[in-house]
């Protein structure tokens, strides 16, 4: 009796450890049919470089495209980030106020955490410079006053466009006793700022548009593979493929495709930065800025690479969709 | 293993190509189907293999209803399936080998059994050693073999040959045919279109007969 149910038992196990190995032999297979599938399409665009060249070029300078607009825009937002007047804040004083009541204001203003500097500008101090820089000198002189308050111009510890802690700031210091009023030198920073949006936006669109593009022209170049291959897909029908086992090598062409053509867009983009280095440099040195040029860091390299093999595969996975079911055995 | 139940074949812009045939062949028969050129010998054929779907009437391979089969079945009755075309149908830019293994890379068999089970099928069709070439460097009996070879390597239930000796000398014709009888009497229902009747009469198998799309004689 023992016996027995300690063989069933050993046949159990073993019956269990064979169909084990049937699953493993089966994934192995699996996987293997992927591996050959992965290398074979590879091998395939290397052994047609001239065709398959031509269309990763062309991809190339799609992704390129989008990928350089997004470099520069990304430089340009940088640009004016680094502007640092963009949150300057002017306090006009009172005109009783005098100037030692002006000096001992600013000087509390600069103690104040979320400030960084403050720079009291006098009254005879402003008209010097108006007299210098409005050509208005000569009228000036007629004036027996100075019609100019004492500004004391405050530069916040936040540097950062429009938060409400700036909004705070400028209210709180609109009701110093002192301050006759406060304003903000933002109309310009603004427009920029809506102009960077604008730009934000164009590239979106217009990588959209290139990323419509590669699906098609992948797409297009999928759809020639499978014409020059159609006796092999036929026949591959007849012996009893399935959809999935013969769309397999067109899906790691598109996937190749794509891949290589975001390589390339990769070092275009690289190129062109390389190029625009120095004038940039240049233009920011005049402006007395510290500015680095940007270009695609390591995530947004993987994404670039991620995004164009996967419109590679997309764009052949639609064509294979509609013309593997039209190629049927005659 | 096979059943055809009145059924009918119309191609849209062709008319009746197969009109209410009905007949039966059982597991490892062997039989020829004849008929003039246009009696729709390939149709049939193709009907089995679901190439073609039948407009009327039922069919049945292997206890399956090939009407019911839906796109996804379609590769595995394929599999269970071997086909032998007259222009041989191989691919001239792939060795022997590779055209005979093509069955099993597509059904996945492990790559450890591919090459065992190849030169298994190569040998039956006397061309071991061959494994190497390119189609186009044999003759076209070989090619056939070579096509043969590719139907048999994955053990298919049934074998559907369409003029399998049509581009043949008679000698090499028989030579093929005597192939086949090797298959059916393994167990292999085998189903051969032809319309050489000299052959067929040599043979001396059960002969389906076609006239004009209706079965003629049994
Ligand atoms: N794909 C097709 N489209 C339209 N008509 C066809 C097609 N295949 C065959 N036919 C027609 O069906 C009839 C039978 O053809 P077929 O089965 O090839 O005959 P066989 O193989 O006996 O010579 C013929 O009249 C032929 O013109
Ligand atoms: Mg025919």
Redesign the interface.
């Known amino acids: 009796m023992k016996t027995t149910s300690q063989q069933r038992n050993r046949q159990e196990h073993r019956k269990a450890r064979r169909f084990d190995r049937g699953i493993a032999?089966?994934l192995?297979?699996?996987l293997?049919?992927h591996g050959q599938a992965f290398f074979s399409s590879l091998g395939r665009l290397l052994r047609m470089p001239f065709t398959s060249l031509m269309a990763i070029a062309v991809l190339a300078i799609a992704i390129a495209l989008a990928g350089g607009f997004y470099i520069i825009v990304a430089n340009m937002q940088q640009l004016t980030g680094s502007l640092e007047s963009s949150n300057q804040i002017s306090l006009f004083l009172k005109s009783n106020v005098s100037q030692q009541q002006g000096r001992t204001l600013a000087d509390k203003l600069a103690a104040r955490a979320d400030i960084r500097r403050v720079k009291l500008i006098s009254k005879q101090q402003a008209l010097e410079e108006f007299k210098k820089y409005s050509g208005f000198g000569d009228a000036l002189k007629a004036l027996q006053q100075n019609p100019l308050p004492h500004v004391i111009q405050v530069l916040p510890e936040n540097i950062l466009f429009e938060t409400p802690e700036i909004k705070q700031l400028l209210e709180e210091l609109q009701q110093l006793p002192e301050v006759d009023f406060a304003q903000m030198d933002m109309q310009w920073v603004k427009r920029l700022q809506a102009i960077m949006q604008l730009a934000r936006r164009g590239v979106m669109l217009l990588s959209f548009l290139l990323g419509l593009a590669v699906l098609f022209i992948t797409g297009n170049t999928i759809r020639l593979e499978l014409q020059s291959r159609r006796?092999?897909v036929v026949?591959?029908?007849?012996?009893?493929?399935?959809?999935a086992?013969i769309q397999r090598p067109f899906l790691y062409s598109g996937f190749w495709y794509g891949f290589f053509a975001g390589v390339i867009a990769w070092l275009v983009v690289l190129c062109m930065v390389l190029l625009l280095e120095q004038p940039v440099e240049r233009i920011a040195s005049l402006y007395d800025g510290y500015f680095q040029v940007l270009f695609f860091g390591v995530g947004e390299t993987l994404l670039l690479l991620l995004i164009s093999a996967v419109l590679g595969v997309l764009g052949a996975w639609l064509v294979l969709n509609y013309q593997l079911r039209q190629l049927?055995?005659? | 293993m096979l059943r055809f139940d009145h059924v009918c074949k119309r191609y849209p812009d062709a008319g009746d190509a197969l009109m209410d045939v009905s007949f039966h062949l059982g597991y490892g028969e062997m039989a020829f189907l004849t008929g003039h050129s246009g009696a729709g010998k390939s149709t049939l054929l193709k009907l089995i293999a679901v190439i073609e779907r039948c407009t009327r009437g039922q069919l049945f391979f292997d206890g399956q209803n090939l009407n019911r089969a839906g796109e996804r079945q379609i590769p595995f009755i394929r599999r269970k399936l071997g086909l032998i075309f007259q222009d041989y149908k191989l691919l001239n830019d792939r060795t022997i080998f590779d055209n005979v293994a093509l069955p099993l890379i597509v059904a996945g068999y492990s790559p450890q059994e591919i090459p065992r089970r190849v030169r298994a099928a190569l040998d039956k069709v006397g061309l071991l050693g061959q494994e190497k070439k390119f189609p186009l460097l044999l003759s076209g009996g070989e090619q056939q073999r070579v096509g043969i070879a590719r139907a048999v390597v994955h053990k298919p239930a049934m074998i559907l040959a369409d003029e399998p000796t049509g581009n043949l000398d008679p000698e090499l014709s028989l030579e093929i045919m005597r192939l086949f009888e090797q298959f059916k009497q393994v167990g292999v229902t085998v189903l051969i279109a032809s319309h050489d009747i000299d052959l067929i009469t040599q043979m001396g198998y059960r002969t389906l007969r076609l006239d004009h799309g209706r079965l003629a004689a049994d």
């Open positions: 032999v089966k192995l297979a699996y293997d049919s006796d092999e026949i591959a029908k007849l012996v009893g493929a399935t959809h086992f049927q055995p005659q």
